[in-house]
């Protein structure tokens, strides 16, 4: 897999848990541990995001 289409998949990744993240979010009894561990997540992906895009 290049280097391009890795970070592709890694910005739909990222594009898909930011949905589900607004969605619980936003929900009347939001579960705090599945946030946290969430937006620990998207902070993974998008360090690797920029990782991978100084390459």
């Known amino acids: 897999m290049s280097i391009e289409s890795r970070v592709v998949t890694l910005r739909s990744k990222h594009a ?3 949905r589900v993240l607004d969605h619980e ?3 009347p009894a939001p ?3 599945m946030i946290k561990k969430m937006k620990v ?3 993974r ?3 690797e995001i920029a ?3 100084l390459h």
């Open 41 to 43: 997540e998207k902070l």
């Open 51 to 53: 990782r991978l895009s």
């Open 25 to 27: 979010q936003h929900r």
């Open 16 to 18: 898909d848990l930011e």
């Open 31 to 33: 579960d705090s541990q």
């Open 45 to 47: 992906l998008k360090e």
